[in-house]
């Protein structure tokens, strides 16, 4: 058995073979000091194993070999080099999508229908709704049928959809009620020369 000591500090036991191998893989130099038991001294391995050390038992270290080649991993549903593939992300379901401004047909009968239910409730107080009701009110009906059919061959054109059933809304509220207050002036008329004529019956100036 041999002791060797690699720093001048440790000592370590290894075999004749295990020696012989430090000295090939250059583990152990010819300045390293050993001792195997009947020296009467540690020394240096060049003056009791010159052998390890000669020309032909030396044998050179091997380079390293080259580095081979990384090849990026594919990321997952990546390209060959490594890179990632970006696809565009689905829509999220509650999402927002693009709606476009509305029609100029929708906000015409939504503002004609306004006007017109406004004028309709303001002909029991005066007489100036009587022309502009029945305008204004054709006038939101006619629009909010245009825009109302423009709308349905388009998905986008929900706004002008709503716009459009309430212009229509309004419109034909204004009407009716334009109709309704014609009717009660034609019946109150009616009613007061039936009044009239009664009277002139009673007091016999009627003959």
Not at 102 to 118: E, H
């Amino acid at each position: 058995m041999w002791h060797y000591s690699p720093d001048g500090i440790q000592r370590l036991e290894v075999s004749d073979a295990m020696l012989a191998e430090l000295a090939r893989s250059s583990q152990l130099t010819a300045e390293m000091l050993v001792w195997q038991p009947g020296m009467d001294a540690w020394r240096p391995a060049r003056d009791v194993r010159s052998d390890l050390f000669s020309a032909g038992n030396a044998t050179a270290t091997p380079p390293p070999p080259p580095p081979a080649e990384t090849v990026p991993t594919p990321w997952p549903g990546g390209t060959a080099s490594g890179q990632p593939s970006f696809h565009p992300a689905p829509p999220h379901p509650h999402s927002h999508t693009f709606r476009r401004p509305a029609g100029s047909a929708a906000l015409t009968s939504v503002i004609s229908g306004t006007i017109a239910a406004a004028s309709a409730i303001t002909n029991f107080c005066c007489c100036a709704g009587v022309v502009i009701t029945p305008v204004a009110g054709l006038i939101a009906v006619i629009f909010g049928h245009i825009a109302h059919a423009a709308a349905k061959n388009q998905p986008a054109a929900e706004q002008d959809q709503r716009l459009a059933v309430v212009g229509l809304a309004l419109g034909y509220m204004s009407l009716i009620l334009l109709l309704g207050y014609i009717v009660y002036i034609i019946a109150m008329a009616g009613l007061a020369g039936m009044g009239i004529m009664a009277e002139e019956i009673h007091s016999g100036s009627w003959i």
